[in-house]
C-alpha cells in the first residue's frame, strides 16, 4: 500500500507567513502605543505617593545602598510610596547598573535621602510622542487603504469563471495531491 502525502501549495505557504508578519506587526504597533507615549520629566511641584519615578543615585547612595539593591547602581525606577520628612520612601521596579541594562527588581523598597539623590523624574504622557505615534498608526491605516483597499464595493470581472478554480490559472506547475 502506497502512502500520499500532501503538501501545502506555495500560495498556502504564502498566506501563512503573512498573516505571521502581520501578526508581530500588530504586536510591535501594541508594544510602541503602550511604551512610547510616556518619558521621564522633572517635577513641578512635590511628586505625591503613588507616582512612578526614576532618580540617580551618587555615588555615597550606591555605596550606602548597595546590601538592598546591589553593587553599582546608577539609577532607579519604581512608585513613591511617600516622603517622611525630606526622605523618599519608594517601592523599586527596576535598576540600572553602571554597566548595563535595566533589570527588574521586585519586593525592595528603599528610603534614599537628599545626599542619595543627584536626579528625580517623574514619568508623565508626552503629547509630542502620542502625537507621533498616533501619526504613524494613520498613516498605516491609511496606507493599507489606497494599497489594498477594502474588497467589498469592487465589481467582479466580466465573462464565464475558469474552469477548475484560481489554482488552475497558474498554468501546469499546479498539483493536485491527495487523489
Do not use: N
Not at 24 to 44: H, K, M, S
Amino acid at each position: 500500500m502506497q502512502e500520499t502525502v500532501c503538501t501545502p501549495s506555495g500560495g498556502e505557504a504564502r498566506r501563512g507567513r503573512r498573516a505571521r508578519w502581520r501578526a508581530t506587526a500588530g504586536l510591535l504597533g501594541v508594544a510602541q502605543l503602550c511604551t512610547a507615549c510616556f518619558t521621564y520629566v522633572p517635577p513641578r511641584t512635590a511628586p505625591v505617593a503613588g507616582a512612578p519615578i526614576r532618580l540617580e543615585l551618587t555615588d555615597e547612595g550606591r555605596v550606602a545602598h548597595a546590601a538592598r539593591i546591589g553593587p553599582g547602581i546608577l539609577r532607579m525606577a519604581g512608585t513613591l510610596k511617600g516622603m517622611e520628612g525630606d526622605r523618599y520612601l519608594i517601592d523599586v521596579a527596576s535598576v540600572t547598573p553602571i554597566r548595563g541594562q535595566d533589570l527588574p527588581v521586585s519586593g525592595v523598597s528603599v528610603s534614599l535621602g537628599p545626599r542619595d539623590v543627584t536626579d528625580l523624574r517623574v514619568r508623565t504622557l508626552s503629547r509630542r510622542r502620542s502625537a507621533v505615534v498616533i501619526g504613524s498608526a494613520l498613516a498605516v491605516v491609511v496606507t493599507f487603504v489606497v494599497t489594498k483597499g477594502f474588497k467589498a464595493g469592487q465589481t467582479p470581472p466580466e465573462g464565464p469563471p475558469s474552469p477548475g478554480g484560481p489554482d488552475q490559472s497558474r498554468g501546469s506547475a499546479t498539483r493536485t495531491c491527495c487523489d
